[in-house]
């Protein structure tokens, strides 16, 4: 076997060994986090949410249903394999749906960068935020995109940047199922699945910085073409 190929595969046993473990430490720290503790506790002083009790045993109850019944197995099958890709253009929508209401309902002042980015929209002479421009001025083309928005819209808020975000976002995930589309059409219904899950539980939606919108879009169309 040629060196190259001996060092790539050590290269991919070894990134996959790293990735593993650190799954794997986050997986064990979630699992023990005080927040999953139902009811009141000692670190905390309180509990989980009677909104995530129910979802835990929503989840509890159909993984049982899954190991128990094969009717219940074979209805899965039928819905989200033979089914695939009508399931998971269903389960995408719903999930852009789930986005815009979180965003309507959820769209407080952030503070630290995207609080100085937005404010400087309509505070310009505040002392603080110049020296603030002044240290970081690497933010400075994120408020000049923002500017450029708010001119074009004729409108400041959070609300409207954070479903600029939410638009640039869902890009990112359209151009990642893209490029899975070209390079393995069998592989299609999948990565809807995937991005369905993973942006169904993505706040930074809620963060207004359109620029982070535009990386995500660039991070995705590698990601999805490589």
Known sequence: MPMTQR?????????????????FVTLLFAITSPNLILGDNDKTGSGTTLVTSWLLIIVVAFLLCTATFP???HRLKVIFIDHKLATASVVCALVIGWQVLFVAMVHPPIGFDPG??????YNTSDPELRAYYSEYYNNLLLVLIQHGLATTFHTTSWL?????????????????????????????????YIHAAAYSVFPMIIVPTPMFGCCRLCRGTCWGTY
């Open 7 to 23: 060092l790539f595969k050590f290269g991919h046993r070894t990134i996959g060994i790293i990735f593993n473990f650190f799954i």
């Open 71 to 73: 009717s219940f197995r």
């Open 116 to 121: 100085a980015i937005h404010e400087a929209l």
């Open 160 to 192: 409207f940047m954070d479903y600029c975000t939410l638009i640039m976002a869902d890009l990112a995930a359209l151009f990642n199922i893209f490029g899975v589309w070209l390079l393995d059409k069998r592989k299609l219904a999948p990565a809807m």
